[in-house]
């Protein structure tokens, strides 16, 4: 009875009724978690940090004090950086987004006996899914239909060949049918699937500071931590000295405005700039700071399946047995063009041996290549070509060929380089074929026609690109689910030298920490490598103190994604994998990650000129703060500093983003230089400044009759103008020892020679 209830099930599928019912039982699908970030969580991460919370609160205190335009000016910087922000991290959403939209696979399934075309996340737990060649399969469950199909599971393992899949086998999430069509049933759907689990351990957004990120963020906290310490001694100085309540929001005002949070600005200013410069030359830049962190990475890590190669392969050499090469190529051409599930070998044949091909031969039967065979065969009755033809692996053939068939040394020679190889057959008669469970069963006496060699298609910028890489220093890991040997043969097409170290997955399995350490550091290929392999990888490269960057495409490469300083993502990708990147390469090419590379030394070197402005005005500024307090009074007004940020910074600041030059820095410090830097200049400028308002005041003290409010008229309002004043052309003049002009075309000599323009 139960068998007649599954025959039945299989025939009609699912009612209409039975999936209402099932969605109720709460069988429907559920969704992974999304990978990137919705509007909600970009406007609160740029909006509602430490230093914006403060410096809103307090300009609130003065709206509710009446003093408008002060707190007008006061959050107007802030204000415009968070425009920025806003606007690229919306802007990368909304193409990821679209790029989602565009891939979004459609599902057929078996519902009140026809085929419906739905959307995955309507899909139940029992639904009767139909699969073709090219479909994409949504869902887990087992076949249940008659039939053999291939599928390719490279977005899920890595793997590149397809897998044969027979009545009671497993079908997964995230796959593609490559040849036949069957029916499977729905046990895993949503977040319950294999590619599910794998999606949900990227569901965390991943916030990867870069290293002029943490440099900056430290001075902040530093800064902020000095504020808050003359913050505290204002507010017992209102309380002793009985300051108005307006005066100490004011003055409170001026003391936050240490905390230099036009940096946040500038480097926003910086990196939409850059990402404005690549947004031409194929990538997306999802997060900010991708691109400055392309410019700290010392090991590249990559897939090999759809990320340095295409999917797709390539014929490299025919070797003909007793028939001229002409002959062969117009052969194999004809039996391509009649193959009709279409396959990358098929591909490959019938784009190189195309223009000898002869279309429209009647064909009597097909049995199409299957991984567990490993040969395809056509049997034409048409006198041009009358007999069996076979193509397919050598040992699969070699037992049906005519006795002492001499086929040379073409194949080893062809295997040793790596290089996929089969051999093409034929038999005079054209005898029917039998098949039995996904078998077959050849005539004796095949006769060799000639062999073959394919090799993947690498994407032609991957060479050049990561030679470039190369040449930086920086260390090139491959690191994929296929065999290691088809993985090394891909190396050496890819111009690494012939004695890279190898190390499969099995072996890192038995490896403990300390032992992986050593050997990830000498290996450059990892075959057999599955998804959590990879994250671990990732892991003991950063904690070996390297700084990563991971390209990937397929599910497999999520979690080694997120693990990486920098995650790049192929946009044919899965959406998971472009969920979770820092960067998504438009169109899967490689060459703007050489610009890449050349706009994150842009902004690091532009951004060091942007500190050095900015501490040497925060010192200079703090140095004032407590000498002026000290003798009596105060420096400036809420607005005078807004100002001076403005025009000694805020300007500045945004022409040297734009005019900062790309290559390497000198190798010392960051905060060694700045403070090699900024503490003669805040002195000086600290000592005459000093100087300027005195000689303002005292005069003024002497003249001016007592204020009835000093702290807006009289003699400190007219020292705090000459005061602010002097520092906006001190500041101004500064930019021209932070960047000193050079001539037209000249380029600093030092960055060219160790920079990336060497190249």
Excluded at 345 to 371: D, H, K, M, W, Y
Excluded at 509 to 533: K, N, S, V, W
Excluded at 558 to 586: E, P, Y
Excluded at 624 to 652: D, E, K, M, N
Aim: hydrophobic share 45%; proline share 5%; charged share 15%.
């Amino acid at each position: 009875m139960k068998s007649q209830q599954n025959q039945t099930l299989l025939m009609r599928g699912l009612s209409t009724h039975e999936v209402e019912e099932r969605r109720a039982q709460g069988l429907g699908c559920v969704p992974p978690p999304p990978t990137g970030r919705s509007y909600i969580r970009i406007i609160r991460e740029n909006v509602f940090n430490t230093v914006n919370t403060i410096l809103f609160s307090i300009a609130l205190a003065l709206v509710l004090l009446g003093q408008y335009l002060d707190a007008l000016i006061s959050v107007g910087v802030v204000s415009f950086n968070l425009v920025i922000s806003l606007f690229q991290e919306i802007r990368a959403k909304r193409t990821l987004d679209h790029i989602a939209l565009l891939t979004r696979p459609h599902a057929v399934v078996l519902r009140d006996g026809r085929e419906q075309q739905i959307h995955p996340e309507s899909v139940v737990v029992d639904d009767i899914m139909v699969v073709h060649p090219g479909d994409q399969i949504v869902v887990d469950g087992p076949i249940v239909g008659e039939g053999c199909v291939e599928v390719d599971e490279s977005l899920l393992t890595g793997e590149t060949d397809p897998i044969s899949k027979g009545k009671g086998d497993r079908l997964y999430a995230g796959t593609f049918c490559v040849t036949g069509r069957t029916l499977y049933r729905a046990d895993k759907i949503g977040i319950q699937s294999v590619a599910g689990n794998l999606t949900a351990g990227a569901r965390a957004y991943r916030d990867m500071a870069t290293p002029l990120q943490r440099e900056i963020a430290l001075i902040i906290r530093v800064l902020l931590l000095i504020a808050l310490f003359l913050e505290t001694l204002l507010i017992a100085a209102s309380v002793v000295s009985t300051i108005p309540l307006v005066e100490t929001v004011r003055m409170a005002m001026v003391i936050i405005g240490i905390v230099p949070n036009g940096l946040f600005l500038s480097i926003s200013v910086a990196y939409a700039l850059g990402a404005v410069r690549l947004a031409g030359k194929g990538a997306l830049v999802q997060k900010f700071n991708a691109i400055e962190s392309l410019s700290h990475v010392d090991i590249l890590c990559t897939d090999k399946t759809g990320t340095l190669t295409t999917n797709e392969l390539e014929l490299t050499a025919l070797h003909p047995y007793a028939i001229d090469e002409d002959m062969l190529r117009e052969l194999l051409g004809t039996y391509s063009m009649h193959v009709s599930s279409q396959n990358a070998t098929s591909n490959a044949i019938r784009v190189a041996c195309q223009e000898q091909a002869r279309p429209g031969l009647p064909v009597r039967q097909e049995i199409a290549f299957s991984s567990a065979r490993k040969w395809s065969a056509l049997v034409f009755g048409d006198t041009v070509m009358q007999g069996v033809y076979v193509l397919g692996a050598p040992e699969m053939l070699q037992p049906f060929l005519i006795p002492d068939a001499a086929l040379g040394t073409f194949m080893e020679t062809e295997r040793e380089k790596g290089l996929r190889v089969l051999l093409f057959a034929r038999y005079p008669e054209p005898v029917f074929l039998q098949t039995q469970d996904a078998g077959g069963t050849l005539p004796a006496g095949l006769i060799p026609l000639g062999a073959l060699s394919l090799r993947d298609t690498i994407r032609p910028e991957a060479r050049e690109t990561l030679a470039q890489f190369m040449a930086l220093g920086v260390q090139l890991k491959i690191i994929s689910g296929d065999h290691p040997q088809t993985v090394t043969a891909l190396a050496l097409q890819l111009g690494l030298h012939d004695k890279i170290k190898v190390m499969t997955g099995t072996e890192l399995e038995q490896l403990d920490d300390a032992q992986l350490a050593q050997r990830a550091e000498e290996t450059t290929i990892f075959g057999r490598i599955t998804p959590h392999q990879k994250e671990r990888l990732i892991k003991t490269f950063r904690q070996n103190n390297h700084y990563i960057a991971m390209i990937g495409d397929g599910v497999n490469d999520v979690l080694s994604l997120k693990q990486a300083n920098l995650g790049i993502a192929m946009q044919s990708g899965s959406q998971a994998t472009r969920g979770v990147a820092d960067l998504v390469l438009l169109n899967d090419t490689f060459a703007s990650l050489p610009s890449a590379v050349h706009e994150g030394q842009r902004i690091r070197n532009g951004m060091q000129d942007i500190l050095k402005l900015f501490l040497a005005r925060v010192s200079s500024v703090t140095l004032l703060l407590v000498a002026i307090t000290f003798i009596g009074g105060f420096p400036f007004q809420p607005r005078q500093t807004s100002l001076l940020t403005f025009f000694t910074v805020g300007i500045p600041t945004l022409a040297l983003a734009y005019w900062a030059r790309p290559g390497h820095t000198a190798g010392q410090s960051l905060i060694r230089s700045l403070v090699r830097f900024v503490m003669p200049v805040s002195l000086i400028t600290c000592l005459i400044a000093l100087g300027v308002y005195l000689a303002v005041l005292i005069p003024a003290t002497l003249t001016f009759p007592v204020p009835t409010n000093p702290y807006r008229e009289g003699a400190i309002p007219l020292a705090q103008t000459a005061l602010t004043v002097f520092l906006v052309l001190c500041g101004l003049l500064l930019v021209l020892f932070v960047e000193p002009p050079t001539a037209p075309g000249q380029v600093n000599q030092e960055r060219i020679t160790t920079g990336f323009l060497h190249y």
